[in-house]
């Protein structure tokens, strides 16, 4: 093997192992930070449950803020690939969804996801918002996010022509029934499976914002 190749095996092989070993501070992070919340966890104890020094958790993610900032992202996109989520293969596959009560069940469906990896996170940092302003900014920022996206998932509903409701009203609906509370109360206190709870999500937008549902099936 010449010198060369050798160099560039190393040097992927090590981009690899820092890649993993973020992977599993982020994962650490996120467990605790729902388990005890993010006032209370500390750096040490991030990189004790990862496997790491402290120090290697600080020369990755600089502050506790950031750790929570990659963790939150890597929770919203399911891995850490740096694409927008609107951009993800599960949710371009809603926006090409023809039929809006398609795809609004096929969006309850992958909203679902999305609230199965991100709702108990979301839990840590609104406690958090109440005494930390940084982590209030970090709430404020999370809901600039998810407005915007239900914006976009409104505008694309009413180039349909089957909406119901003016395209404001689609957008807070959206927004009003994705930020975890919901899947909070029926998934986890009240038992619902998530197919049970994608499935009457799903339901409940067709019911609210679709017109036409008598005659046409």
Same mark, same amino acid.
């Given at each position: 093997?010449?010198?060369?190749v050798?160099?560039?095996?190393?040097?992927?092989?090590?981009?690899?192992?820092?890649?993993?070993?973020?992977l599993?501070i982020?994962?650490?992070?996120?467990?605790?930070?729902?388990?005890?919340?993010?006032?209370a966890?500390?750096?040490?104890?991030?990189?004790?449950?990862?496997?790491?020094?402290?120090?290697?958790?600080?020369? !990755?993610? +600089?502050?506790?803020? *950031?750790?929570?900032r990659? &963790?939150?992202?890597? #929770?919203? @996109?399911?891995?850490? %690939?740096?694409?927008?989520?609107?951009?993800?293969?599960?949710?371009?596959?809603?926006?090409?969804?023809?039929?809006?009560?398609?795809?609004?069940?096929?969006f309850?469906?992958?909203?679902?996801?999305?609230?199965r990896?991100?709702?108990?996170l979301?839990l840590?940092?609104?406690?958090?918002a109440?005494a930390d302003? !940084?982590? +209030?900014e970090?709430l *404020?920022?999370?809901?600039? &996010?998810?407005?915007d #996206?239900? @914006?976009?998932?409104? %505008?694309?509903?009413?180039?349909?022509?089957?909406l119901?409701?003016?395209?404001?009203?689609?957008?807070?609906?959206?927004?009003?029934?994705?930020?975890?509370?919901?899947?909070?109360?029926?998934?986890?206190?009240?038992?619902?499976?998530?197919?049970?709870?994608?499935?009457?999500?799903?339901?409940?937008?067709?019911?609210?914002?679709?017109?036409?549902?008598?005659?046409?099936?």
């Open positions: 093997m010449s010198e060369g050798k160099r560039r095996y190393d040097s992927t092989r090590r981009a690899a192992q820092a890649r993993e070993t973020r599993r982020l994962e650490a992070a996120h467990e605790l930070f729902v388990a005890q919340g993010y006032g966890t500390t750096v040490a104890e991030v990189a004790a449950a990862a496997g790491v020094a402290p120090e290697t958790v600080y020369s !990755a993610f +600089r502050t506790k803020l *950031t750790l929570l990659r &963790a939150w992202d890597l #929770a919203v @996109g399911g891995d850490d %690939r740096d694409v927008h989520l609107l951009e993800r293969p599960e949710v371009r596959a809603v926006f090409d969804e023809p039929d809006l009560r398609a795809r609004l069940a096929r309850a469906r992958v909203n679902t996801a999305i609230m990896r991100t709702a108990g979301r840590a940092v609104e406690h958090a109440g302003p !940084a982590a +209030r970090l *404020t920022e999370i809901d600039g &996010a998810r407005l #996206a239900m @914006g976009a998932h409104a %505008r694309a509903a009413a180039t349909t022509g089957r119901a409701v003016p395209e404001t009203t689609c957008r807070d609906v959206l927004f009003a029934t994705t930020d975890g509370a919901l899947w909070r109360t029926l998934v986890e206190r009240r038992g619902w499976s998530d197919d049970d709870y994608a499935a009457w999500l799903g339901r409940l937008w067709v019911a609210t914002l679709v017109e036409g549902l008598d005659l046409e099936g």
